[in-house]
């Protein structure tokens, strides 16, 4: 398997620009998670799916930001509009989701966004 | 809630010297998961190491092990024979065992650096 897939691998935009972050989960895995890390917080959990649906977005900063996964192989993270402090770098993991030894998080790469 | 502390911001060892890294955790949980990722200047986390609660044995990945406290709630890893790319941000993690929930609560991270 290729792993989680994310792209673009770095992004630089402008503040106000709408920004949107693709991330494709290992396949057969049923959980899906976004993930912020900045210097200041370390690793947040922003929001996560379960079978395509989101389960707990409570990690999500404001309003500005949302996330989708419209199927099994596909989840965005959109911030529109974006901001300097959104710069950092935004991981996708994914799960199978099952009470074992399996149900580990594996990790994107992960998108160096720079807001200007 | 809970949380997790590590308490060494960074470490340096020399290559081929063993090293261990510290993590203490906050819970009143009693089945829980706790894990080792790497992050090395790639960016990429990469799974180190993980362990069950209920499991009295540490688990152990080649030069990767653990010495798993319940009682004491500590989880360090130590590393032996430490290759220069060892060299990382070392992130200790925990995560509840509960079906359907797998929220990773993520400690600040230690850097470790490994010399010629």
Known sequence: ?116 | AQTVTQSQPEMSVQEAETVTLSCTYDTSENNYYLFWYKQPPSRQMILVIRQEAYKQQNATENRFSVNFQKAAKSFSLKISDSQLGDTAMYFCAFMKHNTGFQKLVFGTGTRLLVSP
Not at chain 1, 20 to 40: A, E, N, V
């Open chain 1, 1 to 116: 398997d290729a792993g989680v897939i994310q792209s673009p691998r770095h992004e630089v935009t402008e503040m106000g620009q709408e920004v949107t972050l693709r991330c494709k989960p290992i396949s057969g895995h049923d959980y899906l998670f976004w993930y912020r890390q900045t210097m200041m917080r370390g690793l947040e959990l922003l929001i996560y799916f379960n079978n395509n649906v989101p389960i707990d977005d409570s990690g999500m900063p404001e309003d500005r930001f949302s996330a989708k996964m419209p199927n099994a192989s596909f989840s965005t993270l959109k911030i529109q509009p974006s901001e300097p402090r959104d710069s950092a770098v935004y991981f996708c993991a994914s799960s199978s989701g099952l009470v074992r030894s399996t149900d580990t998080q594996y990790f994107g790469p992960g998108t160096r966004l720079t807001v200007l």
